[in-house]
């Protein structure tokens, strides 16, 4: 079956960095995004990687093995803004999102 | 502003009654999607659309139904509602269904309760 797998939550100190680890199984692969979603709110677009590496955005950076079907993201710098959710989407063979279930991102001063 | 437009915001609805939800976007995005999160899962694909005058069944279809006859209009009906489609629904659409990054654009989304 298919499957994305992503901590419930996580705490991080503003100021610091904190790393969202994300592992999928898909049947074919077209891409790995990374949305955030405020409580409440829509989902919004932050980053794509099909390629292996590193893709870097700001303070936003999004890391790609699919060999280990395995991403990150790394928020450095972190403000009491990236009080989120982060929710992880590996693209199968069909073009179809597969959706983790997010990662809560609590920030304390 | 350019976006997507989602209409009732949230809804009471008893069971059994019928709803449409509206969802409209002027971004001549090609591709609409209609979604549904619930509290410890992640989003799930109800039906979508990759153009207008087409409809395909997502993860979890039954109990909705879609209509696509023009290419900002995506209404998601539910012809009998039931208890277990409480839920927040997002309606998405992206400039097409494959290539590229393909970046999915949400609507605010709608908060269903069904009693």
């Known amino acids: 079956g298919q499957n994305i797998d992503q901590p419930t939550e996580m705490t991080a100190t503003e100021g610091a960095i904190v790393q969202i680890n994300c592992t999928y199984q898909?049947?074919?692969?077209?891409?790995l995004f990374w949305y955030q979603q405020h409580a409440g709110e829509a989902p919004t677009f932050l980053s794509y990687?099909?390629l292996d590496g590193l893709e870097e955005k700001g303070r936003f950076s999004s890391f790609l093995s699919r060999s280990k079907g395995y991403s990150y993201l790394l928020l450095k710098e972190l403000q009491m803004k990236d009080s989120a959710s982060y929710l992880c989407?590996?693209?199968?063979?069909?073009?179809?999102?597969?959706w983790g279930a997010g990662t809560k991102l609590i920030i304390k001063p | 502003i350019a976006g997507i437009t989602q209409a009732p915001t949230s809804q009471i609805l008893a069971a059994g009654r019928r709803m449409t939800l509206r969802c409209t976007q002027d971004?001549?995005?090609?591709?609409m999607y209609w979604y549904r999160q619930d509290l410890g899962l992640g989003l799930r694909l109800i039906h979508y659309?990759?153009?207008?005058?087409?409809?395909g069944k997502g993860e979890v279809p039954d109990g909705y139904s879609v209509s696509r006859a023009n290419t900002d209009d995506f209404p998601l009906t539910l012809a009998s509602a039931v208890p277990s489609q409480t839920s927040v629904y997002f309606c998405?659409?992206?400039?097409?269904?494959?290539?590229?990054?393909?970046?999915?654009?949400f609507g605010a989304g709608s908060r269903l309760t069904v009693l």
């Open positions: 998405a659409s992206s400039p097409d269904s494959s290539s590229g990054a393909n970046v999915l654009t």
């Open positions: 971004m001549r995005h090609n591709a």
């Open positions: 659309s990759n153009t207008a005058g087409t409809t």
């Open positions: 898909t049947s074919g692969f077209n891409g």
């Open positions: 990687n099909v």
């Open positions: 989407a590996a693209r199968d063979s069909n073009y179809q999102l597969i």
